[in-house]
């Protein structure tokens, strides 16, 4: 019934086109504000997907969705931990300009008493002034205290764990590494929480991605006839790997793979809920990551693939995430853009899309970049801050990237290495950041530098909001 009469409205359609006899947008829907959804995986990295180059993780979802959309082969989170590359997804603004990093404390914790400060202007609150209706579903990680949770920054509802997946620790359970090897939810005393109430404790991860999912499946289909914002940012696969039965076994690449299959069928119930209520056209779907892969933890760990080092770091593995966009009928099929992206963009450009404005009375960090989206035209960007809590260690400017300082991401032990004159790598002749070229380009030096101290004289950096404990707050 739905094909049918989907056939007969592009009858209709067709037939007006060649009634009218002049060039028109193809789809109608290109005129109508989009629905969003953004996918957000943990700790995946580059290489994880099969469509970008796996070769035992099958991922048939997602590579459908490359297919029928747009793959970023340079696409950056805002950081390369949980909480500021969240935070900067999230306002569209550097985490080093809202408190959100610190190099103290990398990301926030259940005994932290801060968050993301209420004077920000979240993606959903922009969107849902636009009259989205909007939900959170799945790991926040930008404050567990009423005030800072997803309810209390532009969001309707919430389900999900509202940290990461290995804090609050059960004392008994065994320590160190074994338990992340042989993982049983109940080591990890998290909570799951609706809105602002806590409704298991502990979670059961084991069902976590599929209970996200189900839950995805029902705000979308509950909220067909208006325009909605999904953020859906997963538990997994951010260690310890938990999948339900149906996943045990079903990966060559072992837990973690059968962790990203898991994922994967859940994209596929997303975009098929889509397509069911005939969204598909109506709605953009970004799917990334938060940083990449957690590489200390061997096996369970995903992939960088070509790139280098992973999780914690400023080298590419650490920031760069395989990136979809879907879009049928404004985002063209099986496109693969070199262009430069950044979840900081994700903010400026679905709120212009939404018909909103971008906050004038700050600095913004992120780009409309619907001109790459649409391929109506080259980024915007071409400038990528590397941030490692509030230090500067690394920009890219065009193919070029100088280090300032390096330091490996979670490995033991792990110096800072300050380098004078920066190292410099040409990332599209050298992507794995192999071949220090910096004495040949004393030019291009001087031309980064020269931008990092202008990003530095501008910026004021408030206090940490993560080395706020939560003692302070009671
Ligand atoms: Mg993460």
């Avoid at 298991?200 to 996200?212: F, G, L, N, V």
């Avoid at 990551?289 to 070509?306: E, R, V």
Wanted: proline residues 8%.
């Amino acid at each position: 019934m739905r094909l049918v009469s989907r056939k007969l409205t592009f009858s209709i359609f067709a037939a007006v086109v060649v009634v009218a006899g002049r060039s028109v947008p193809l789809l109608a829907a290109q005129d109508q504000k989009p629905n969003f959804v953004i996918i957000f995986a943990d700790d995946l990295g580059y290489g994880d997907l099969g469509c970008f180059g796996h070769p035992t993780i099958r991922t048939p979802h997602l590579d459908r969705m490359a297919a029928e959309g747009m793959r970023f082969t340079q696409f950056y989170s805002a950081a390369s931990v949980c909480t500021p590359s969240r935070a900067g997804l999230m306002t569209g603004r550097l985490p080093v300009r809202n408190g959100m990093c610190s190099d103290k404390r990398r990301v926030l914790f259940p005994d932290s008493g801060g968050g993301i400060p209420a004077e920000e202007i979240t993606l959903a609150e922009a969107l849902r002034e636009q009259g989205y209706a909007t939900a959170c579903v799945g790991k926040w990680h930008l404050g567990h205290l009423p005030q800072f949770l997803p309810t209390s920054n532009g969001f309707d509802s919430y389900l999900g764990i509202p940290y990461s997946n290995d804090m609050d620790r059960d004392p008994e359970s065994p320590k160190g590494r074994p338990a992340f090897l042989t993982p049983h939810s109940e080591y990890w005393n998290v909570p799951l929480m609706r809105d602002e109430e806590v409704i298991e404790r502990p979670a059961d991860q084991t069902t976590i991605t599929k209970r996200y999912t189900e839950q995805a499946v029902r705000f979308i289909s509950s909220h067909k006839d208006e325009n909605f914002f999904l953020y859906m940012p997963h538990t997994m696969p951010h260690v310890p790997l938990f999948r339900q039965t149906d996943f045990e076994g079903h990966s060559l690449r072992g837990l973690y793979g059968d962790v990203i299959e898991e994922i994967d069928w859940s994209v596929g119930q997303v975009l098929d809920t889509l397509r069911e209520h005939d969204l598909d056209k109506k709605t953009i779907v970004v799917f990334c990551s938060d940083n990449g892969p957690w590489l200390t933890y061997d096996q369970q760990g995903g992939s960088a693939g070509l790139l280098r080092d992973g999780k914690g770091a400023t080298w590419e593995g650490g920031m760069r995430e395989p990136t979809i966009a879907w879009g049928p009928g404004r985002i063209s099929a099986g496109a693969v853009t070199q262009e430069l992206g950044a979840t900081l963009d994700l903010f400026p450009t679905f709120v212009t899309l939404a018909g909103g404005q971008v906050p004038d009375d700050r600095t913004m960090d992120g780009y409309d970049i619907s001109p790459v989206l649409f391929g109506t035209g080259p980024s915007p960007r071409d400038t990528v801050y590397y941030y490692r809590g509030p230090r500067l260690m690394a920009l890219r400017k065009g193919p070029w990237k100088a280090h300032f300082m390096t330091q490996p991401g979670y490995a033991n032990p792990r110096p800072t290495t300050k380098h004078e004159p920066p190292v410099l790598y040409h990332l599209e002749h050298d992507p794995s950041e192999k071949y220090d070229v910096a004495e040949h380009h004393p030019d291009v030096i001087d031309d980064i530098r020269q931008a990092a101290a202008a990003h530095r004289a501008a910026l004021e950096i408030p206090p940490s909001q993560l080395e706020i404990p939560l003692s302070d707050q009671n």
